[in-house]
């Protein structure tokens, strides 16, 4: 099983970025994915999250209205969608299968 972000990059804020998820090794339409975050020196915290058919989604209260998560089942892939984005959205961010972490892609929001 494997997932790596990427997308990660430095931003302004206000800015958008888009990060992305590519996976292998295990039935992507199985399983839900979800978005995890880890600032410097606070604990990883969870993102967003979008079912297995991509018809269910949730999102933490610091990014809803401004972070979009979806899928794309044939490519095996998922996406964040993140605007608005504020300094305090700088971190590492993760993809995730119930189980299993991939490399993460850092996302830094400054001017």
């Known amino acids: 099983v494997q997932l790596q972000a990427s997308g990660g990059g430095l931003v302004q804020p206000g800015g958008s970025l888009r990060l992305s998820c590519a996976t292998s090794g295990f039935i992507f339409d199985d399983y839900a994915i979800a978005w995890f975050r880890q600032a410097p020196g606070k604990e990883r915290e969870g993102v967003a999250c979008v079912g297995s058919s991509g018809e269910g989604t949730y999102y933490a209260d610091t990014v809803k209205g401004r972070f979009t998560v979806s899928r794309n089942n044939p490519e095996n892939t998922a996406a964040l969608q993140m605007d608005s984005l504020k300094p305090e959205d700088t971190a590492i961010y993760y993809c995730?299968?119930?189980?299993?972490w991939g490399q993460g892609t850092l996302v830094t929001v400054s001017s």
């Open positions: 995730n299968r119930y189980g299993y």
